[in-house]
């Protein structure tokens, strides 16, 4: 026993000196030979477990030494493997443009990639600074590439990076793509295999942006209203400057920034997580709004994908409330049905299913799809997206995934609208309750630092699932896993419930972070707008109810 400790010791020593010597990054470099000077056998165990999967998310990690860790070496590893896929698939001469963010390493991540595509034999452009991801998905079909690199880890924490692959249709990968794309990589022996030139690839200049700055033109209908004011917060990110030439060309006023959020900064230094759907992250865009007095708050992620709106509301602390992604999600869906919009509206699948009631009622077409762009992109007809992480797509001709800055601009048009009928978002949402019935949702996530907590919580569910919760019978109960409908298997698990009222849970493991979460619906019908405040009521004492007994179900 004590012999074969040893030798995996001393296996995992010579493994480490062996990515040491070939990294091609002064800091990695140093932290792994402080790491073996130091002897630290836990943390090198935990760098050299595996390998980062390579999946439909792309890449995400911690940055750091090691194969574990988001890194040069893996990045160069990923970009020779996305290289070798793309001219096994006969796109040995096409273009490859690479979008990156302002999180730490990005700029070094997107350049090594631009360095592999070209000494692969493909071409390669930069895009010219940090700028928002839907930039970086308009411009693949804008410049015809056949594939495309976003550097970015969203809202994730500041010691986190990622590499988000697009192919030519300007949509995220999917199977089997990820699977031959992370077969590649594997295939990469050593980095003294991977070419990479010393320069060949183009930089763009911003005719790119200025192109996608004119597309979201058509977002907005000529001659409408745009007289709502906005305080915005880019939370660190990259999307400030867009948004405000965005906002500037559709001739909105100037949205009142957020100055301590407003510039990119890797650091993240006013929130534990920049998300504004984390607990406090939107303090200070709401401590503006109480100063500045606007119609509405808007917040990006710090990669520009994703919207966040808040709006007045006098019961909530601070007097202003943060919509969720549900809510956004049903407001742009009847705007765009109130436009004349045709084609399918599409969601994911722990989305709210108030949007196939609007759907339906409009005589459009309507889809779910798995959970991610990547799936709800590739609707046929798609006219309109959203998941309610805060994402959508408005504009799917232009942006094949979601969308910050354009639905930043389709809710201002919308809250604009109503002004001037002197009528709110609130006042819509209340219509669309009465019509449809209320539509509650809510969500129970837990972040773990052990993943096998997920795997013990997903196990158990299966193993012994519930037949009642929070007093309503589990009528129908779905395991993903084994496919539903038209859904390819994914690992998660839907139920349906009946009694007092209809409700729907979901529960699956993140594909991006660390947690199980959990999305749950519940359908109070609402007999006019004087019952709408008992119906929140009974939906809030449901939902928390059904939180409670699910973590119970679920052992968290």
């Known amino acids: 026993m004590q012999q074969n400790l040893q030798q995996d010791q001393q296996d995992l020593i010579a493994q480490a000196e062996a990515w040491l010597a070939e990294d091609p990054d002064e800091e990695t470099r140093g932290e792994l030979a402080r790491l073996l000077a130091d002897r630290d056998l836990d943390e090198l165990a935990a760098r050299f477990a595996g390998t980062l999967q390579f999946g439909t998310a792309g890449l995400r990690g911690e940055l750091g030494a090691g194969p574990m860790r988001m890194n040069r070496s893996v990045v160069i590893r990923a970009a020779a493997g996305l290289a070798a896929y793309l001219k096994a698939k006969g796109r040995a001469d096409g273009l490859v443009v690479i979008g990156y963010d302002a999180r730490y390493k990005s700029a070094d991540f997107a350049r090594d990639t631009a360095a592999v595509m070209v000494a692969a034999g493909l071409r390669a452009a930069l895009l010219p600074r940090p700028l928002p991801t839907p930039v970086l998905a308009y411009a693949i079909r804008h410049l015809g590439a056949v594939a495309g690199v976003e550097v970015t880890a969203s809202h994730n924490p500041p010691r986190d990076n990622g590499y988000k692959v697009y192919l030519g249709d300007g949509s995220q990968i999917v199977p089997p793509a990820d699977a031959e794309i992370a077969a590649e990589i594997a295939a990469v022996r050593s980095l003294a295999d991977v070419e990479r030139a010393p320069d060949g690839w183009e930089v763009l200049g911003d005719e790119v942006l200025d192109a996608y700055l004119a597309r979201t033109d058509e977002v907005l209908t000529p001659g409408t209203p745009r007289t709502a004011r906005v305080v915005y917060t880019a939370m660190h990110g990259v999307g400030k400057d867009v948004l405000l030439a965005a906002f500037a060309r559709a001739g909105f006023p100037a949205p009142v920034l957020v100055e301590e959020q407003a510039e990119p900064d890797p650091a993240f230094p006013t929130v534990a997580f920049p998300n504004p759907e984390e607990p406090g992250a939107m303090d200070l865009a709401f401590a503006k709004a109480r100063e500045a007095g606007p119609d509405l708050v808007i917040a990006n992620d710090p990669d520009a994908d994703r919207c966040a709106v808040a709006v007045p ?25 109130r436009k004349g919009a045709k084609g399918v509206f599409a969601e994911s699948i722990v989305s709210s299913s108030l949007l196939g009631r609007i759907a339906a009622a409009a005589g459009v077409g309507h889809a779910e799809t798995l959970t991610g762009f990547k799936w709800i992109a590739r609707v046929e007809g798609l006219r309109y997206g959203y998941e309610e992480a805060l994402g959508y797509c408005v504009d799917p001709e232009g942006v094949r995934d979601k969308d910050g800055i354009t639905a930043a601009l389709a809710v201002a ?39 096998g907590v997920i795997a013990d919580a997903m196990r158990r569910l299966r193993e012994a699932p519930p037949t009642r919760l929070a007093g309503l019978a589990v009528a129908r ?64 004492r449901t939902l ?9 179900a679920a052992g968290i």
């Open 313 to 337: 509301d006098a019961a909530a602390d601070g007097g202003w409330r943060m919509l969720r992604g549900d809510e956004v999600g049903a407001l742009l869906a009847t705007h765009l049905v």
């Open 413 to 451: 048009e919308l809250a604009s609208e109503l002004k001037e009928r002197g009528r709110t978002l609130t006042d819509l949402l209340d219509d669309l309750a009465v019509e449809h019935g209320l539509h509650a949702t809510d969500q129970l996530s837990v972040r773990v630092q052990d993943l």
């Open 477 to 540: 109960a779905e395991d993903l896993a084994r496919g539903a409908g038209d859904l390819p298997p994914t690992d998660g698990l839907r139920y349906y419930l009946e009694g007092e009222y209809e409700a729907r849970i979901i529960v699956r493991p993140s594909g991006t972070e660390p947690k199980l979460k959990c999305y749950l619906e519940v359908i109070v019908p609402v007999a006019g707008a004087g019952a709408l405040a008992d119906a929140r009521t009974r939906a809030a």
């Open 544 to 552: 928390d109810a059904l939180k409670r007994d699910l973590a119970t």
